[in-house]
């Protein structure tokens, strides 16, 4: 079972470069999440979709951007890296039914460092 | 907004003891449900249990219990019979319904001493 996965696992970048974490599930989930999370702190969101073609922002979303073109696939864009973003950020997913609070799947993480 | 708040930064304790974790939120919601996840070091966040809060009876997985008090916002995570293996950060969490989006606390570093 893949479930989620993410890529790159680990990444340095120079300040002012741009990159994309890249996020899939094999789940069939119409929910998708990603979210950072600082030393010492609890997971941020950053963004969210809840199907194809919609995306919107959550508590951090400045810095970057997202798209949802397929069910399985939500990357995460980086432009113009700045120290601040260095993290992990954490992709996740789950299937909204009838009844909320459905559980959620999280990927293994990546590390990113902006330096 | 909700608020999740976790206490204690750090706890331990002995291999085979009973340690219980504290979580309280703030909401003015009535359905939602909570959730303690699991953060080893490895970092993959695992889910540990949930609890609906409109139901009165505490969930339980095997060693790991909560103690819901819906009207002190109180979800404590019980782990019994502790074993080294669960050594690792814990994050409680909180779900409005129909919101689909978690709000984290900052995390409860455990450490499981042999």
């Known amino acids: 079972n893949a479930g989620v996965t993410q890529t790159p696992k680990f990444r340095i970048l120079k300040i002012g470069q741009s990159m994309t974490l890249q996020c899939a599930q094999d789940?069939?989930?119409?929910?998708m999440y990603w979210y950072r999370q600082d030393p010492g702190m609890g997971l941020k969101l950053i963004y969210y979709s809840v199907g194809a073609g919609i995306t919107d922002k959550g508590e951090v979303p400045n810095g970057y951007n997202v798209s949802r073109s397929t069910t399985e696939d939500f990357p995460l864009r980086l432009e113009l890296a700045a120290p601040s973003q260095t993290s992990v950020y954490f992709c996740?997913?789950?299937?909204?039914?009838?009844?909320?609070?459905?559980?959620?799947?999280f990927g293994e993480g990546s590390w990113l460092t902006v330096v | 907004a909700q608020t999740v708040t976790q206490s204690q930064p750090e706890m331990s304790v002995q291999e085979a003891e009973t340690v219980t974790l504290s979580c309280t939120y703030d909401t003015s919601e009535n359905n939602y449900y909570l959730f303690w996840y699991k953060q080893p070091p490895s970092r993959q966040m695992i889910l540990v249990i949930r609890q609906e809060a409109y139901k009165q009876q505490n969930a339980t997985e095997n060693r790991f219990s909560v103690n819901f008090q819906k009207a002190a916002k109180s979800f404590s995570l019980k782990i019994s019979d502790s074993q080294l293996g669960d050594t690792a950060m814990y994050f409680c969490a909180f779900m409005k319904q129909g919101s689909e989006k978690l709000v984290f606390g900052k995390g409860t570093k455990l450490t499981v001493n042999p």
């Open positions: 789940m069939n989930h119409n929910y």
């Open positions: 996740a997913s789950t299937r909204l039914n009838s009844f909320a609070g459905n559980t959620i799947y």
